[in-house]
């Protein structure tokens, strides 16, 4: 990585960026194409629901807006790789320097848990600590104990999958009418993982629940 400004005076007090203006701009670089407007997905023409997303909704109708930073070009996908399987946990310095959001608007927002199994590999939730970066309290609203990785499978597999999220103990009792809740993720790739979370908070009676993603698969 290469950083190009010159210390000075002006510079010497100045917080540094974690990555330089090259590194950014792979990182943000998009697609290039009409999309989806729900899920920002690349179509042939631009459209307010793509067939996947209908396919979604027809299944799972508790997401109302979804949100992404990225497309998963060949920087963020080092990026995530990083991130999610080599334990560089100072990816997420980046990830919160790209994400540009104030999630204050919101009265709670709920990480994408994983299991204990995929804790003691990982050592940490990707989706947890992202949300801390944002500095936002991260609300613990969903468990699993899922074992496999979604990365290894396909559309078709992920959609026939037994939802593998449940609550809480601590929420299942109450009723959230008139609250809002955002989803966070770090990649939304067939969009079933995080609409089976919404499937399962929705019995919490959330007046909205929205989706966020570092990027767009």
Same mark, same amino acid.
């Given at each position: ?17 974690? $990555? ?12 290039? #194409? ?7 997905? =690349?179509?042939?023409? +631009? ?46 310095? /980046?990830? #919160?320097? /790209? ?12 990480? !994408? ?14 989706? $947890?600590?992202?949300?801390?970066? $944002?500095?936002?309290?991260?609300? !613990? ?12 499978? #396909? ?25 809002? !809740? /955002? !989803?966070?993720?770090? /990649?939304?790739?067939?969009? =079933?993982? =995080? ?5 399962? $908070? ?8 929205? =989706?966020? +993603?570092?990027?767009?698969?």
């Amino acid at each position: 990585m290469k950083m190009d400004e010159e210390l000075n005076i002006m510079t010497l007090f100045k917080a540094r960026h974690p $990555l330089c203006d090259s590194c950014k701009k792979a990182l943000l670089e998009k697609f290039e #194409g009409p999309r989806c407007q729900r899920c920002h997905q =690349v179509t042939k023409k +631009t459209i307010a629901v793509c067939g996947d997303c209908q396919t979604l909704i027809e299944v799972y109708p508790a997401v109302d807006k979804i949100y992404t930073f990225t497309d998963y070009n060949d920087a963020v996908k080092m990026l995530m790789h990083r991130y999610k399987f080599l334990k560089d946990y100072a990816m997420v310095e /980046i990830i #919160g320097f /790209i994400c540009d959001v104030n999630l204050s608007s919101y009265d709670y927002v709920v990480p !994408i848990p994983i299991s204990k199994e995929r804790m003691r590999e990982r050592t940490y939730n990707q989706a $947890l600590e992202m949300i801390v970066k $944002l500095k936002a309290k991260p609300a !613990i609203f969903l468990e699993t104990k899922a074992k496999e990785r979604q990365s290894e499978q #396909g559309r078709q597999s992920r959609m026939a999958r037994k939802n593998p999220f449940y609550l809480s103990e601590d929420v299942r009792e109450k009723d959230f009418t008139g609250k809002s !809740i /955002i !989803i966070i993720d770090d /990649i939304y790739t067939t969009g =079933v993982t =995080v609409h089976q979370a919404a499937d399962v $908070l929705k019995v919490l009676n959330f007046q909205n629940i929205d =989706v966020l +993603t570092f990027s767009k698969a």
